[in-house]
């Protein structure tokens, strides 16, 4: 099988110490379930991209959101996060696949199936998990290596749009 693995969103802001309060993500516990993964699909020969948000850096950006800011120490990748090879990508919207280059690049490889991992489960994973889906490419969301802050309700609904779309968990 021609798989990748997604790693979303894996950045400072949402788990180094310095982060706001409704991160409230167990930042060891991710970062080594992640960290699992990236060895596991790099060590079969698989593919591993990095996904960072990126919001662009103005003062209403500053004020409104203060995190994933373009240019500073939180939009950068996580410390902890092995980084195994040089596709990361850039996006400003939830899905990832709102990058052409990421969604060119991904198109040409030809994958299989795109596994995801990272923040937040019912955020950005789900995001860009829809937007495979939509773009005919099948998604599979890896839930050891997913975390969530969202409400109960909230992760009942989006679980139903994932089902809907063929989404499945692995």
Excluded: W
């Excluded at 795109?114 to 489960?121: F, S, V, Y």
């Amino acid at each position: 099988m021609n798989a990748a693995l997604l790693v979303i969103d894996m950045q400072n802001d949402y788990l180094y110490e310095k982060r706001k309060a409704k991160f409230a993500y167990n930042t060891r516990e991710l970062t080594d379930a992640v960290n699992s993964l990236i060895h596991s699909y790099a060590d079969k020969g698989c593919d591993v991209i990095y996904i960072r948000h990126i919001i662009q850096n103005l003062p209403t950006n500053r004020l409104l959101f203060g995190f994933s800011i373009a240019g500073t120490e939180g939009a950068e990748l996580y410390s902890g996060l092995d980084i195994v090879s040089d596709l990361i990508f850039d996006k400003l919207l939830g899905d990832a696949f709102t990058n052409k280059e990421l969604l060119a690049m991904v198109r040409e490889k030809g994958y299989d199936e795109l596994h995801i991992c990272g923040l937040d489960e019912f955020g950005c994973v789900t995001s860009t998990a829809l937007g495979a889906a939509k773009r005919g490419m099948t998604a599979r969301i890896i839930r050891s290596g997913t975390a969530t802050v969202f409400p109960e309700g909230k992760q009942a609904k989006m679980r139903k749009k994932l089902d809907a779309a063929g989404v499945k968990y692995i």
